[in-house]
């Protein structure tokens, strides 16, 4: 018998490659994974706010609703403190409100697998079919345990990117929903990010790449330090990425600052805006050295898988479910040493053999850890319900 699993996105999020947001991807990659295996066990839908980019994903059928507005940041805040207080979020409820109801009226059997959204979850809890809470970030470090209990009593599976993001909900949890805890893994679309086939830049320097979103945590200002402390003229930095999604959005007061710092730095510095799933692939083959020198312990990091998939030497931090990722193939920093990562980047300039053998290694670990992987764990996963 097949079964329909309903993916619920954030609301306002698109499901589109258009987007640099990470769920979709995760939901696009299993969901595409999925129709490859031929198994035919299981289609997958996904919810839309009507409103949402173009061109979509064409991996998940789309279920369109009528969205409500995401709430803004102070309203999230009293949410959290109401919360705290024994009270309902009442900003966030009314944002996945239409969520519930469009899956009510498509399919109540159906599987639905709530991303981030631990508020959906305790909306189904009287609906009949089952429900899944997918966690890609530490989304329950404001619920108390009284609140995960209430809200996710109902949820068949709590599912994570990492073991690392495992252990951190699995400790906020009352112990018989931390035992349904499941591990699914981050995988990478080994087809479309692949290694070149010849030089595609004719730049006499090396390129080291950053690619994410400029905020602090992410540590791009720490490539910046890296670089003035290398002072070398054979070495281009290239910094890709914008505050959000919207590469024509005025740049933050860090963003400023990381231009200011790049020009008194000496350095070869080139800044370009966020780019698209479109532009990713040709990107990423630029590059000789990706370096992602994360402050935050990320759970995961697709990005990561991407440029390893793309045959390119990594240079990352030791924080999070990052290891995870990287395995034995990259080079691990401690979070914020701009010192260390200057090496590890001195230490891969000096060295072609090294880089060619360590992205050769990268690329046979992405290999390994495709979206197909990813899809077995998950449907594992599905097939306990």
């Known amino acids: 018998m097949t079964r329909n699993?309903?993916?619920?996105?954030?609301?306002?999020?698109?499901?589109?490659?258009?987007?640099?947001?990470?769920?979709p991807t995760v939901v696009h990659g299993l969901a595409s994974a999925a129709q490859e295996s031929g198994t035919g066990n299981y289609t997958h839908s996904v919810l839309l706010d009507g409103l949402s980019m173009h061109p979509r994903y064409e991996s998940a059928a789309a279920i369109e609703y009528t969205g409500a507005p995401y709430p803004r940041r102070w309203e999230r805040i009293a949410d959290a403190l109401a919360a705290r207080a024994g009270l309902p979020r009442r900003s966030t409820i009314a944002a996945y409100q239409p969520l519930a109801r469009a899956i009510k009226e498509s399919d109540n059997e159906?599987?639905?697998?709530?991303?981030n959204a631990p508020v959906l979850a305790g909306l189904l809890r009287e609906r009949p079919g089952p429900a899944i809470l997918y966690a890609h970030n530490?989304?329950?470090?404001?619920?108390?345990?009284r609140e995960a209990a209430h809200q996710l009593g109902g949820v068949a599976s709590v599912v994570c990117v990492s073991e690392y993001l495992a252990e951190q909900i699995a400790a906020r949890l009352p112990a018989h929903l931390a035992a349904r805890v499941r591990v699914v893994e981050n995988g990478v679309d080994t087809d479309q990010f692949s290694p070149a086939q010849a030089p595609t830049t004719s730049s006499a320097r090396l390129r080291v790449l950053f690619l994410g979103r400029t905020i602090a945590e992410k540590g791009p200002d720490l490539l910046l330090a890296a670089a003035r402390r290398l002072a070398r003229d054979d070495i281009e930095f290239v910094i890709v990425g914008s505050y959000g999604f919207d590469r024509n959005a005025p740049l933050s007061t860090f963003e400023s600052d990381l231009r200011k710092?790049?020009?008194s730095s000496g350095a070869h510095v080139r800044f370009e805006p966020f780019v698209d799933r479109f532009a990713l692939p040709a990107l990423l083959r630029t590059a000789d050295i990706f370096v992602a020198p994360s402050r935050w312990p990320e759970p995961s990091g697709l990005t990561l898988g991407e440029a390893m998939a793309t045959g390119l030497p990594v240079i990352t931090s030791r924080a999070g479910?990052?290891?995870?990722v990287v395995g034995n193939v990259g080079i691990l920093i401690a979070p914020?040493?701009?010192?260390?990562?200057?090496?590890?980047?001195a230490l891969l300039a000096d060295s072609p053999s090294h880089r060619t053998a360590l992205g050769q290694e990268a690329r046979k670990r992405a290999i390994a850890n495709n979206w197909s992987r990813s899809w077995r764990q998950f449907e594992a996963v599905l097939n306990e319900i």
């Open 321 to 324: 479910g990052i290891p995870e």
């Open 261 to 263: 710092e790049a020009e």
């Open 5 to 23: 699993v309903i993916h619920a996105l954030t609301p306002g999020d698109h499901y589109s490659p258009r987007t640099g947001s990470a769920v």
């Open 138 to 145: 530490d989304i329950l470090r404001t619920v108390s345990r």
């Open 336 to 345: 914020g040493d701009s010192a260390a990562l200057a090496s590890a980047i």
């Open 110 to 115: 159906a599987i639905v697998v709530a991303h």
